[in-house]
């Protein structure tokens, strides 16, 4: 393990449970070239990291690249480059040396992270202090998160910093949670979580969140309060973090943000109801970067985080 790579082109990986994103940067953050394929994931993870390194090779036939960012789903600790924990959504992701891994198979040093962190990256680099602190949500399929305090990303034992989705909710009380235990706010306010509350209310199933979204805009009953406790969950849990982290910007990234205003306004009301006098005025704002923050994101990992080499006796 190294330090930083220096100015030159850099790959930038995105991994999901079922989309490898890959983009080479030229030093002046200039996209030179993209490629997307399919995760093999349920293929295991020796061919998830084949996968990578042939993203990677797409995107870089000439090797121009010095170093290679990938940012990861599941719990990544960017010490060790480990994979410390994962769900199911891809098979043996847990406990899979990423850094090492993918440092062997492309030749390159690796540096890797959580990819919600990873796509946080970008934000704090866009605040206008350099000391600035800034939470950032991720509500899609589960809740994820990042903490950065005082310009400094938060990573935490194991790589576990950030993950919003397993703190307490009061909306979820007593539901079972992906990790084990129960009342946490993933199950009521990730778009799963959603459609699931709305499937108790109305005693009937749906097929998807935007389902969901399309009858709370008819004024259907159940499928508007199903949107607003789920929007009102997170507000509650974002405004006594910012509570306690003091963000100077607060950012709510995701699928599940682009429902509509009906699941925006509740969030909003909700976050501003908890928050003490010196942070009246703070409101969740949308991400600043499109498609390209996680990819960019983990491009710019190479220059903050510790590089896992190729070769490297283990």
């Known amino acids: 393990m190294t330090t930083q790579s220096t100015g030159a082109a850099v790959i930038g990986l995105d991994l ?181 509350h709305y499937e108790r209310l109305a005693g009937a199933p749906v097929d998807r969140l935007e389902t969901v979204a399309a009858r709370a805009a008819r004024g259907d009953a159940a499928a508007v309060r199903a949107v607003t406790t789920g929007a009102t969950a997170a507000g509650r849990v974002l405004g006594g973090l910012a509570n306690a982290l003091g963000p100077d910007r607060v950012v709510v990234g995701g699928g599940v943000p682009r429902i509509g205003t009906l699941y925006g306004d509740a969030l909003a009301a909700a976050f501003a109801a908890e928050l003490m006098p010196p942070l009246r005025g703070l409101v969740p704002e949308p991400p600043l970067f499109g498609h390209d923050a996680a990819v960019l994101g983990a491009a710019a990992l190479t220059t903050a985080l510790p590089l896992h080499l190729p070769g490297v006796h283990r």
Do not use: Q, Y
Not at 66 to 71: E, N, S
Not at 156 to 166: K, N, P, Y
Not at 170 to 185: N, Q, V
């Open 16 to 196: 999901g449970g079922t989309k490898i994103a890959a983009a080479l940067f030229a030093a002046d953050g200039t996209v030179l070239a993209r490629h997307t394929r399919p995760t093999p994931a349920r293929d295991g993870s020796a061919a998830v990291l084949d996968a990578l390194a042939d993203a990677a090779a797409e995107v870089d036939p000439s090797r121009l690249a010095t170093a290679l960012g990938i940012a990861a789903a599941g719990v990544v600790d960017p010490r060790s480059g480990m994979v410390t924990s994962a769900t199911d959504s891809i098979s043996g992701w847990a406990g899979t040396a990423l850094g090492t891994g993918l440092a062997d198979r492309t030749g390159l040093p690796v540096a890797c992270d959580n990819d919600v962190r990873a796509t946080a990256g970008p934000e704090l680099a866009a605040l206008a202090d350099s000391h600035g602190s800034l939470l950032f949500a991720a509500v899609g399929t589960g809740v994820g998160g990042a903490l950065a305090v005082d310009g400094r990303m938060l990573h935490g034992t194991s790589g576990i910093a950030g993950h919003l989705g397993h703190l307490p909710s009061a909306e979820a009380a007593g539901l079972p949670c992906t990790c084990g235990a129960t009342g946490h706010l993933e199950v009521i306010a990730s778009g799963p979580g959603i459609a699931a």
